[in-house]
């Protein structure tokens, strides 16, 4: 899989799973703009020129909307296009909810959330109008599943799983691919909360083979790919196909009476969009189109 001519941003691409990503890029013939806080955006920058890439340095905050902007238009002007983006950068304030700070809440929410919202709408344009873009939003088993004092960092991660689902929607005519990278690694993020010898098995590395995947010229879009220690997964959201019952004043009673059957995943399907549900609940209360 090369990326000859193809244009990479990588955000919190200093180090751990970022530096990966982006050293990969630049090995694959990608030209890489290696986002981050401070000089470790250099360093690697020069890492893969040094191996013969292409690469510039960004130094800032994804949660400053008008430098993203600026980053965006300077690889632009330089190379002519954009067509990778991978929203990478990141932050934790673990804590449990009931000691949390707000503005610790905020902060994750801040750099995870709208911080790939602003880069991922500073080269939508660019995208759309070149008919081609990749973009990997970085989720985490944390919002998927929950994680015990991250409910800041969960709920930031899941909403980037309803940020895709949109997206790729909506991207979907002019070839602009969106998914999700559920990643296991060892990062300094993660330092203090994986013991040593389980942190050797998770080399970022490892994960960046499935970013790679989801940028690909003939890419999935929709999809959440967990990777790390050299595995891989899929994640889906699904629905079951549940039971219609009448409406009455022992409605919530039958709920709980036909739990079970609620619940049940034998059925269960994943949506083709929002309206799905709609559908599925329109049809078995009876509804089959209009006039009926």
């Known amino acids: 899989m090369r990326l000859d001519g193809r244009v990479a941003i990588v955000t919190g691409a200093g180090g751990g799973l970022g530096r990966s990503h982006a050293l990969l890029l630049g090995r694959r013939g990608a030209r890489v703009v290696v986002n981050d806080m401070g000089e470790a955006a250099d360093a690697v920058a020069a890492e893969i020129v040094a191996a013969g890439g292409e690469a510039m340095a960004a130094v800032g905050s994804v949660t400053d909307l008008a430098f993203v ?3 965006a238009a300077e690889a632009k002007q330089r190379w002519g296009r954009i067509d990778i983006l991978v929203n990478n950068a990141g932050v934790l304030r673990d804590k449990s909810f009931a000691k949390m700070d707000l503005a610790d809440f905020r902060l994750v929410v801040d750099v995870h959330l709208m911080g790939a919202v602003n880069c991922t709408k500073a080269v939508w344009e660019t995208m759309r109008e070149q008919n081609y873009g990749r973009i990997v939003m970085t989720t985490s088993s944390s919002g998927l599943f929950g994680n015990f004092g991250q409910s800041n960092y ?4 899941m909403a980037l799983v309803g940020l895709m689902q949109t997206l790729a929607l909506e ?7 969106v998914n999700c990278l559920a990643p296991t690694a060892a990062t300094q ?15 970022p590395d490892f994960v960046s083979p499935a970013m790679l995947a989801l940028v690909r010229e003939d890419a999935p879009t929709r999809t959440i790919l967990c990777a790390g220690a050299g595995g891989f997964e899929a994640a889906h959201v699904t629905m079951t196909t549940g039971i219609h019952i009448a409406p009455g004043e022992d409605a919530a009673e039958m709920v709980v009476a036909r739990w079970d059957e609620i619940v049940d995943t034998a059925d269960a399907f994943t949506p083709d969009d929002a309206l799905q549900q709609s559908r599925l609940e329109l049809a078995k209360a009876g509804y089959r189109g209009e006039g009926r």
């Open 171 to 177: 991207g979907a005519r002019y070839d602009i691919k």
């Open 69 to 71: 902007e600026r980053m």
């Open 154 to 157: 969960g709920a930031a991660k």
């Open 189 to 203: 993020m993660m330092e203090g909360i994986l013991p040593a010898d389980m942190l050797r098995l998770l080399d």
